[in-house]
């Protein structure tokens, strides 16, 4: 049960997050918890949807944005996001068991995705005081700089969500994951 009142359906939520949910359905094909909670205010809404859109307009393929999600998740102890992304990582962006087990361990088996996720997870769990090596090595793997950024920002926002659900303990409504550890 969240910590503070969930609008029930769209017509419950706040009307300037009505669109944005309506957006969400027309997008996923359902509006789930985390956006419903997020909708009580429609600024925080707006917000995290206008940075999630961008970044998927960005330069990193979907299937690394879930793997940086999912690691991320897993740093935080957020059961939601990682039962999220470990589902949308397998519908949409065609990972595997196996890579989404790696993924949470903080890697990938995917060579060119390893080196983005390992950073990500270096940028996570230091705050983004990483080192001249670290940086080196996702530079080495061929990321771009922009890339880089974005890869950056994929952290943040992932830690965004992550603090959200672990404050209003967000209902899950994902085929359930437990973390194996917070950081």
């Known amino acids: 049960m969240p910590r503070i009142p969930q609008p029930a359906t769209i017509a419950d939520a706040p009307e300037a997050s009505r669109p944005l949910l309506e957006a969400v359905i027309k997008q996923l094909g359902s509006a789930p918890n985390l956006f419903r909670l997020i909708a009580t ?52 962006a065609r990972l595997d068991e196996a890579e989404i087990a790696a993924n949470r361990s903080g890697a990938s088996n995917d060579p060119k995705a390893d080196a983005a996720v390992r950073f990500a997870v270096r940028v996570a769990a230091t705050r983004g005081h990483i080192g001249d090596a670290e940086f080196s090595a996702v530079k080495l793997a061929g990321y771009t700089d922009a890339q880089i950024i974005e890869i950056v920002q994929h952290v943040a926002l992932n830690t965004w969500t992550n603090s959200f659900n672990n404050v209003f303990q967000t209902e899950i409504d994902f085929p359930v994951l437990t973390a194996r550890q917070a950081a």
């Open 41 to 92: 205010s429609p600024q925080a809404l707006e917000g995290y949807l206008a940075l999630s859109g961008a970044l998927g307009k960005g330069a990193l393929p979907a299937a690394t944005r879930e793997r940086i999600a999912l690691a991320v998740a897993e740093i935080n102890g957020c059961g939601y996001c990682l039962s999220a992304h470990a589902y949308l990582g397998q519908k949409f």
